[in-house]
């Protein structure tokens, strides 16, 4: 005798995505992932996914708005959720002063322990080559990963300036 067919129903995930686009390109690339994301919300046949996205505020942007480059309710927002896309920072409008948009980067870096850094460097495509400051015979076929850590070692440690060690001739980074 056969078994009757269960009809399992699908489970139901939501997942909520801070999204920090920044400035500039940042806006564009965060724009481009959240459609990706929708297409995968669209299309998730054993399981129902939702994401629930919360804009906020990072670099130029958020100096612009509040005065900050991370203001408070990015960083408690980006800790709450499940993920965050972060787009870019900077642009020539903020300038050098005391308040800088890299500030907020660095400072969601060191929140959230993001100490993982990879960079991926090939030509998705050959008509790009043309677009290289190198030669396309030169660059043609790159294909390599720049592995960087982000909160430790040089990049955030401890550091004494010759001038103000007590020798006045030794300096240190770690
Ligand atoms: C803006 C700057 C602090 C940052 C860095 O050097 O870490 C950026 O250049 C990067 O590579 O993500």
New binding site residues.
């Given amino acids: 005798m056969s078994q009757p067919e269960l009809k399992k129903s699908k489970t139901s995930v939501t997942k909520t995505i801070t999204l920090l686009p920044g400035d500039h390109v940042g806006t564009e690339i965060v724009n481009e992932a959240v459609k990706v994301l929708k297409a995968i919300e669209a299309n998730t046949p054993h399981q129902d996914i939702k994401f629930d996205f919360k804009n906020h505020l990072i670099g130029g942007a958020a100096i612009d708005a509040t005065g900050s480059p991370l203001p408070d309710d990015s960083l408690t927002a980006a800790k709450s959720s499940d993920a965050v896309l972060l787009g870019a920072?900077?642009g020539p409008k903020w300038g050098t002063g005391s308040v800088r948009p890299?500030q907020g980067?660095?400072k969601i870096r060191k929140e959230l322990n993001l100490y993982a850094n990879l960079r991926p460097c090939n030509f998705t495509s050959d008509s790009l080559l043309e677009l290289s400051p190198l030669k396309s015979e030169i660059v043609r076929g790159t294909d390599f990963t720049v592995v960087r850590e982000?909160v430790g070692g040089i990049y955030f440690g401890e550091r004494e300036e010759q001038e103000d060690s007590e020798d006045k001739e030794s300096a240190w980074d770690t």
Avoid: A, I, K, Y
């Fill in positions: 920072v900077g890299e980067l660095l982000l």
